[in-house]
């Protein structure tokens, strides 16, 4: 049995697109170094996963991105790691005029008022026990679902929890950055 922690998030296509077909990768491609690490940023806050994106460019698919940001994400130190989570508001909280954790987190939208306050004291509590917001690519999960898995989580050891920590922000990134190259062909 699966559990919630170890849910798939809705990923990139694995079918590899060529940079010619895909106009917003062209663009991120032949963009300048610092609209492009402005870009990254948006995607994940660790500045060493922004950098060594950049310095692969260019892609010649958008799988071949994918990868990158994959093999980027797993050299990240704990402290890179720690930067990259400043970037995440906690579950239920989504940054004020942010439409990207707003759409994120769309499964917390709809919670009940007591859903919304349990998550708000486990979200504190797992806080206080690891120093950093609960992490989890919360697109496509229910509230439910993102309260089930931080309470699985929370009796994890922090080396364990960590190893999670870097999978969830790595389906994030995913999702983040296939938007990124489709929202740029628009």
């Avoid at 690891?130 to 089930?148: K, S, Y």
């Amino acid at each position: 049995m699966r559990s919630p922690s170890d849910s798939p998030c809705r990923t990139a296509t694995e079918d590899p697109v060529s940079s010619t077909s895909v106009p917003g990768l062209t663009r991120f491609n032949t963009s300048t170094d610092s609209e492009a690490r402005s870009a990254l940023h948006e995607v994940c806050a660790s500045t060493a996963w922004g950098s060594a994106l950049l310095a692969r460019r260019p892609y010649a698919t958008v799988e071949a991105l994918l990868a990158a940001g994959d093999a980027a994400m797993a050299e990240l130190t704990a402290e890179d790691l720690a930067e990259a989570m400043a970037g995440h508001p906690p579950i239920g909280r989504p940054k004020p005029g942010d439409p990207t954790s707003s759409r994120e987190q769309s499964g917390m939208a709809g919670a009940s008022e007591e859903l919304k306050a349990e998550m708000l004291e486990l979200n504190l509590a797992y806080q206080e026990k690891f120093g950093h917001v609960f992490l989890i690519c919360a697109t496509g999960r229910t509230g439910e679902q993102m309260r089930d898995a931080v309470r699985e989580r929370i009796d994890h050891s922090p080396e364990r929890e960590r190893e999670i920590v870097r999978a969830e922000l790595g389906k994030i990134n995913r999702i983040r950055l296939t938007r990124l190259v489709e929202e740029e062909s628009a």
